[in-house]
């Protein structure tokens, strides 16, 4: 399974952006790259995923290397509600091993008022 | 509306005793998980399924057992093998297929088993 590396933690300060890093570096062509996040005592929650093209939906923004060897997940304007561990994760496709997520240990992420 | 329940939430056993988790999904997805994580850590896949009467080890299947015999029910037993089962158990649902699946994962809210 390619894996990713992502900073242990990052700071922001409420109500700016915030990019959070990930490097693939052993990404296959057929991976998708996966964020989700979770809050203490709770499941994860999908955030975003993306294969190639930059995407954005009502949460957060996904930016994608042009090599595909790393991303960065944005958030536009941090809330005290985003302070939560988010992790980068490549999924392999449906239909291989069941598209499983093998999680690492992703950046938790604090946010100042 | 659906979701993912699992239960308990909170459950304590002894030591030597085997404990089931419950893990319902009501939204007719293919394919379950079972995560396991400890304090600071991320989640370790222990056992995931893609079908009714089929499951396949994740990566700490050792210790665990599990059984698929409805779509919607995918339930973990924690053995006395395991020799360090106190931790937060996590379960999960997907959609398995191609495009334009999303893959996403939606996750229940975890039970936090305490061996004493």
Redesign the interface.
């Known amino acids: 399974d390619a894996k990713t590396t992502q900073p242990n933690s990052m700071e922001s300060n409420e109500e700016e952006p915030v990019h959070l890093p990930c490097n693939h570096s052993t990404i296959s062509g057929t991976d998708y790259i996966h964020w989700y996040r979770q809050l203490p005592s709770q499941g994860p929650e999908y955030v975003i995923h993306g294969l190639t093209s930059n995407v954005n939906n009502r949460m957060a923004s996904l930016a994608i290397a042009e090599d595909r060897k790393s991303s960065t997940l944005i958030l536009h304007r941090a809330t005290l509600r985003d302070a939560a561990v988010y992790y980068c994760i490549l999924r392999e496709v449906p239909g291989n091993q069941g598209g499983k997520l093998i999680f690492g240990q992703g950046t938790e992420l604090s946010v100042k008022p | 509306d659906g979701g993912i329940t699992q239960s308990p939430k909170y459950l304590f056993r002894k030591e030597g005793q085997n404990v089931t988790l419950s893990c319902e999904q009501n939204l007719n997805h293919d394919?379950m998980?079972w995560?396991r994580q400890d304090p600071g850590?991320?989640?370790?896949?222990i056992y995931?399924?893609?079908i009714v009467n089929d499951f396949?080890k994740?990566?700490i299947a050792e210790g665990y057992s599990v059984s698929r015999e409805k779509k919607e029910s995918f339930p973990l037993t924690v053995t006395s093998a395991q020799k360090n089962p106190t931790a937060?158990y996590?379960c999960?649902s997907?959609?398995?297929?191609?495009a334009p699946?999303?893959?996403?994962?939606?996750?229940?809210?975890?039970s936090?088993l305490t061996v004493l």
């Not at chain 2, 850590?41 to 896949?45: E, F, I, K």
């Not at chain 2, 999303?102 to 975890?110: K, R, S, V």
């Open positions: 394919a998980y995560y850590q991320g989640l370790r896949l995931y399924s893609q396949q994740g990566d937060f996590l999960a997907s959609k398995t297929g191609g699946n999303t893959g996403e994962l939606f996750f229940g809210e975890g936090r």
